[in-house]
């Protein structure tokens, strides 16, 4: 068997990478966990660090990046401020022209609500007063109600002296004058209804009087029919009376006298004694005088026009309390 040469074996060539991780070890730190020797390195710069790994130089690139970021933030935000605050201060400029403006146009309101209630007053009193003449002008006039239509065969003015001559029998002739006597201006109902109303007028206004006085406690009928007496009055009168009925039924129940006033009022009698009562009054004073005690919920009907009422000038600031333009709290 021929021999084998082999060649002779060649010493391998140290790879300097390997012999970097294969270098020498470091001395080892002492048992006080490498403190002793952090103590004594030395800050590496920026230049040292980008002479390092390429993970040092990254670092570095994103530091400075960071700082970029937060110039330019701060840029950004500093000028969002100043905006922000130039549209603040023209918001608060705006809202003070429109709060003075408001108040403005409160205090212009207030004055036309101000001269507006002195009108109501003022229409409502002569209204009183206009009433009150219509009713003076009718004061020695007499409604009669019941009467048929076309009754009796003369003129409507014998007939009606000949059906209240009864009531005051020792009037002479002379007190039986009157100026007119006709039907109630309005259009003629059906047979079958109610008849219209007869309205007098008495020359004397002491005749008329003496009837109505003595037509309290009798009574008069025309064939057969019942013939009822009243002072004639204004509608309006009339319809406000109306609503005062829950007085008057409160005065009857307890059998209290009472009489009808001009302008509107009631005038009870008891114990010698006059008590009003008037829509400006309060009631409960009235019935305490008469020693009546009226129902739950009683009231007079209301005879007043609504007043206006005035626009506040105070505001309300957040968080804090109602203030005036002035900045005083309001009394």
Same mark, same amino acid.
């Given at each position: 068997m021929p021999a084998t040469h082999k060649?002779?074996?060649?010493?391998?060539?140290?790879?300097?990478?390997? =012999?970097?991780?294969?270098?020498?070890?470091?001395?080892? =730190?002492?048992?006080?966990?490498?403190?002793?020797?952090?103590?004594?390195?030395?800050?590496?710069?920026?230049?040292?660090? &980008?002479?390092?790994?390429?993970?040092?130089?990254?670092?570095?690139?994103?530091?400075?990046?960071?700082?970029?970021?937060?110039?330019?933030?701060?840029?950004?935000?500093?000028?969002?401020?100043?905006?922000?605050q130039a549209d603040l201060m023209a918001l608060g400029t705006r809202t003070a022209a429109l709060e003075t403006r408001v108040d403005d146009m409160a205090d212009a309101h207030n004055v036309v609500v101000d001269g507006t209630n002195m009108l109501?007053?003022?229409?409502?009193?002569?209204?009183?007063?206009?009433e009150d003449l219509s009713n003076r002008t009718r004061r020695n006039n007499l409604r009669i109600r019941g009467l048929p239509e076309g009754a009796g065969e003369g003129s409507l003015a014998d007939l009606v002296r000949d059906l209240l001559r009864p009531l005051a029998p020792d009037l002479p002739d002379q007190a039986w004058i009157l100026d007119r006597a006709h039907r109630a201006l309005r259009a003629r109902r059906a047979e079958d209804e109610r008849p219209r109303d007869v309205i007098v007028r008495f020359l004397h206004y002491s005749t008329k009087e003496l009837i109505l006085r003595n037509n309290r406690g009798a009574s008069?009928?025309?064939?057969?029919?019942?013939?009822?007496?009243?002072?004639?009055?204004?509608?309006?009168?009339?319809?406000?009376?109306?609503?005062?009925?829950?007085?008057?039924?409160?005065?009857?129940?307890?059998?209290?006298?009472?009489?009808?006033?001009?302008?509107?009022?009631?005038?009870?009698?008891?114990?010698g004694r006059t008590h009003v009562l008037q829509?400006?009054?309060?009631?409960?004073?009235?019935?305490?005088?008469?020693?009546?005690?009226?129902?739950?919920?009683?009231?007079?009907?209301?005879?007043?026009?609504?007043?206006?009422?005035?626009?506040?000038?105070?505001?309300?600031?957040?968080?804090?309390?109602?203030?005036?333009? &002035?900045?005083?709290?309001?009394?």
């Open positions: 060649s002779p074996k060649r010493g391998k060539q140290r790879d300097g990478s390997v =012999a970097a991780l294969f270098s020498a070890k470091r001395p080892a =730190a002492s048992q006080d966990g490498g403190r002793s020797s952090s103590r004594h390195k030395t800050p590496v710069s920026e230049d040292e660090m &980008s002479d390092g790994n390429p993970a040092e130089a990254d670092t570095t690139s994103i530091l400075t990046h960071m700082r970029e970021m937060r110039t330019y933030l701060a840029g950004e935000i500093d000028r969002s401020t100043k905006i922000m109501l007053r003022r229409v409502e009193d002569i209204e009183i007063q206009m008069i009928s025309y064939e057969g029919t019942p013939i009822l007496l009243f002072q004639d009055l204004t509608p309006i009168t009339l319809q406000r009376r109306r609503e005062w009925k829950p007085v008057a039924d409160l005065l009857r129940n307890h059998k209290i006298q009472f009489a009808w006033g001009h302008p509107l009022k009631i005038l009870a009698f008891l114990d829509p400006r009054m309060d009631p409960s004073r009235f019935f305490k005088a008469l020693g009546i005690t009226p129902p739950d919920g009683f009231e007079l009907p209301n005879q007043h026009p609504i007043s206006l009422q005035h626009f506040s000038r105070e505001w309300r600031t957040v968080g804090g309390n109602v203030r005036s333009r &002035s900045g005083r709290a309001p009394t």
